[in-house]
T-cell receptor, first 112, second 115 residues
Framework: DQQVKQNSPSLSVQEGRISILNCDYTNSMFDYFLWYKKYPAEGPTFLISISSIKDKNEDGRFTVFLNKSAKHLSLHIVPSQPGDSAVYFCAASGANFNKFYFGSGTKLNVKP | DAGVTQSPTHLIKTRGQQVTLRCSPKSGHDTVSWYQQALGQGPQFIFQYYEEEERQRGNFPDRFSGHQFPNYSSELNVNALLLGDSALYLC??????????????FGDGTRLSIL
């Protein structure tokens, strides 16, 4: 059961512009949402998270938005840099934060 | 401060064999989760260990088992290997904090190939 979905397998953006990565989920009991970045031959690296009691969380160039009514979250990267080129995974868990569900990932390519 | 370390990095086995993968959590972390990542997919939750017990389990058969040691390190065992078990196996550690959510930190994984 695919409870977390990333419908765009890839995204290409020009350096300096905004990158918007999207994620949808089906389980209304999810309480905690995260974004991870993954380079080839490395494990996923935690990027930013948001609790269901918030609708926005910002950390430097990265902002995550949560729309609970639409069961949708997005990651904005501004400005995008070539070093941001990687696969981005969104993940979600319930209030017990024991079990995380991951999307299938979006490959971001930031062109110089 | 060492992060999550996994061994070995690569492993080749044949069908029917058994394999053991190892994970040392990040310093200060007491909870270890294991994930299977097939090519082109996101990580799929196998199980999580806390206080040396399996706390949560995903939709994986009993051929997949684990263990957590008093020093919080963990092992993933897979018996009777199938071709479909070929994947990247990721270990993630976190600190169980009942006051709030904590992100999981991942190792670089073990690439398991079944011939």
């Amino acid at each position: 059961d695919q409870q977390v979905k990333q419908n765009s397998p890839s995204l290409s953006v020009q350096e300096g512009r905004i990158s918007i990565l999207n994620c949808d989920y089906t389980n209304s009991m999810f309480d905690y949402f995260l974004w991870y970045k993954k380079y080839p031959a490395e494990g996923p690296t935690f990027l930013i998270s948001i609790s269901s009691i918030k609708d926005k969380n910002e950390d430097g160039r990265f902002t995550v938005f949560l729309n609970k009514s639409a069961k949708h979250l997005s990651l904005h990267i501004v400005p995008s840099q070539p070093g941001d080129s990687a696969v981005y995974f969104c993940a979600a868990s319930g209030a017990n934060f024991n079990k995380f569900y991951f999307g299938s990932g979006t490959k971001l390519n930031v062109k110089p | 401060d060492a992060g999550v370390t996994q061994s070995p990095t690569h492993l080749i086995k044949t069908r029917g064999q058994q394999v053991t993968l190892r994970c040392s959590p990040k310093s200060g972390h007491d909870t270890v989760s294991w994930y299977q990542q097939a090519l082109g997919q996101g990580p799929q939750f196998i199980f999580q260990y806390y206080e040396e017990e399996e706390r949560q389990r995903g939709n994986f058969p009993d051929r997949f088992s684990g263990h957590q040691f008093p020093n919080y390190s963990s092992e993933l065992n897979v018996n009777a290997l199938l071709l479909g078990d070929s994947a990247l196996y990721l270990c993630a550690s976190s600190r169980t904090d009942f006051l709030g959510n904590q992100p999981q930190h991942f190792g670089d994984g073990t690439r398991l190939s079944i011939l």
